[in-house]
C-alpha cells in the first residue's frame, strides 16, 4: 500500500495547508486540508482509518500533536480542503481539543492545520487498511481510534513532509 499527498513538495508541506494560510477557524485554528491518494490497498480492505501527527510537537507541547483524524474512509482519494465539508467519513477530535489547544472538541473534529511555535517540524500522515468499519462516533479522540483498530490492521503507509515557524 503506498500514500502520497501533492500538498507535499521537495519535502515541505506548502504554507496554505499551516498558519502561513488563509483559511482559519473562528479560533485561529488553521483548517485549509491536505489532499492524498491511497493505493495498491490489500484485498479485503473494507475502510482507512488516517492520523496526521507531530511527534517533534514533543518539544513544544510535551506530547505527540494530532492535527487530523479520520475513520471509516471508504475511497481512496481525499481533495485539498474537504475535511469542512466531507460526510462519507468521520472524524475525530485532534489535539487543538486540548489543554495547550483550548479549542472545543466540535471545532477541533476536523483538520487542524501544521503551527509549529518553536522549530521546524516532520509531519507524518499515516493510512491504515482495515478488515471493517470503526464503530466510533465524530469527535472520537485518538485512544478510542488505536484501541478501534487492534487486529483490523490489514497494512499501513505513511508520508512524511515538513513546515516551519
Known amino acids: 500500500m503506498k500514500v ?10 506548502d504554507d496554505q495547508y499551516g498558519k502561513r494560510g488563509t483559511q482559519f477557524s473562528p479560533n485561529g ?10 493505493s495498491d490497498a490489500p484485498e479485503g480492505t473494507q475502510s482507512f482509518a488516517v492520523v496526521l501527527e507531530d511527534k ?3 518539544t513544544a507541547s510535551g506530547f505527540v500533536w494530532i492535527h487530523w483524524l479520520i475513520a471509516n474512509l471508504e475511497r481512496t482519494c481525499v481533495q485539498e480542503n474537504e475535511s469542512q465539508t466531507a460526510t462519507d467519513y468521520i472524524q475525530g477530535a485532534n489535539s487543538w481539543a ?12 476536523a483538520y487542524g492545520g501544521m503551527a509549529p ?11 491504515y487498511a482495515l478488515d471493517t468499519k470503526l464503530d466510533l462516533k465524530a469527535g472520537f479522540r ?23 515557524v
Request: hydrophobic share 40%.
Open 29 to 38: 485554528m488553521p483548517t485549509y486540508s491536505i489532499p492524498f491518494e491511497i
Open 4 to 13: 502520497t499527498s501533492l500538498a507535499i513538495k521537495n519535502g515541505r508541506f
Open 142 to 164: 485518538f485512544n478510542e481510534l488505536h484501541f478501534a483498530m487492534q487486529n483490523h490492521i490489514l497494512a499501513q503507509a505513511s508520508v512524511m513532509g515538513r513546515y516551519d
Open 56 to 58: 517533534d510537537a514533543i
Open 98 to 109: 486540548s489543554v495547550l489547544g483550548k479549542f472545543d472538541i466540535q471545532e477541533a473534529s
Open 117 to 127: 511555535p518553536n522549530c521546524e517540524h516532520r509531519y507524518e500522515l499515516i493510512v
